[in-house]
């Protein structure tokens, strides 16, 4: 059933802007609320947000400082002030829906595969932001019994993406510009990566739904860094070269059971990894 209508804070990111338009495909009323116009780090926000969200629309958090910004104590202090100033409003709130975009970094790793119910276990202050983020807008929703779906993706890889992370999206930008692509080590881990067109259709469907719970957005498929890089060097042309970087850490691999997301979607089928980079390659030489 569609909502009535979806408020999205964090109008400018990778994710909010994909899912803006999967909505607008799906002839879904939104807003995107971005930082200019309400910024979640002062203190009006609050009364900013009161005015803004209707009582019973559905409301997609994706604001936050992201690593790339900082993974440092102030970064992380001014992604808990955000969540301060949206507790404040969600205690009084009547949203039909409340959808918080968290990261598969709440998990340590140390459970393979990784599942909803894995521990959550702060690895660096990126993953204890979000972990504490989870139980702040948790308490905060419990007291109205707004449903709450905490969304927790992998690496989203994709046309459109602002945080030039280690990994496909990184591979495409030093592939088109430079030439080359950097792993580090041997490119022997594995990860797994969701195409940012399969997490927004999974957005969707829990909005759908009004889902409650937690659920990890991932593909189910893990693949080493190697054959990613491999794959979109052929992509991008012959004469794109592969370099590896000494490693600084250890080697950690990263597996997800996705029996929960097929229990709940099971008509939803993830793009397969090479017609996803396709379609990335497409839209990104379309762009230049």
């Not at 629309?57 to 992380?76: E, H, M, Q, Y």
């Amino acid at each position: 059933m569609k909502p009535q209508r979806v408020v999205i804070l964090g109008a400018s990111g990778f994710i909010a802007c994909a899912l803006a338009r999967t909505l607008a495909a799906g002839q879904i009323e939104h807003r995107a609320i971005g930082a200019a116009e309400i910024d979640l780090l002062k203190p009006e926000s609050l009364a900013q947000l009161q005015s803004a969200v209707r009582e019973g629309d559905a409301l997609v958090i994706c604001s936050g400082l992201t690593p790339d910004k900082g993974r440092d104590v102030a970064t992380l202090m001014k992604n808990l002030t955000m969540a301060q100033h949206l507790a404040a409003f969600l205690e009084t709130a009547k949203c039909a829906h409340v959808l918080y975009i968290s990261s598969d970094a709440v998990y340590d790793g140390r459970e393979i595969p990784i599942r909803e119910t894995s521990p959550r276990q702060a690895t660096d202050l990126y993953s204890l932001m979000h972990i504490a983020r989870e139980q702040i807008v948790s308490v905060a929703t419990a007291g109205t019994r707004m449903p709450l779906c905490i969304f927790c993706p992998c690496a989203v890889y994709g046309a459109g993406d602002t945080h030039h992370s280690y990994g496909p999206n990184r591979y495409f930008r030093s592939a088109l510009t430079e030439r080359k692509i950097t792993v580090f080590g041997q490119g022997e881990e594995t990860r797994d990566h969701v195409y940012i067109d399969d997490l927004t259709r999974l957005l969707t469907l829990c909005l759908l739904h009004r889902s409650a719970g937690t659920l990890n957005a991932v593909s189910g498929n893990a693949v080493t860094f190697h054959d990613v890089a491999e794959r979109i060097a052929k992509l991008c042309g012959d004469d794109v070269r592969l370099e590896c970087l000494p490693r600084s850490g250890p080697i950690t691999h990263r597996h997800f059971d996705v029996t929960e997301r097929i229990k709940a979607f099971p008509t939803f089928a993830p793009t397969p990894l090479g017609r996803g980079l396709a379609e990335t390659h497409r839209r990104l030489t379309s762009q230049r």
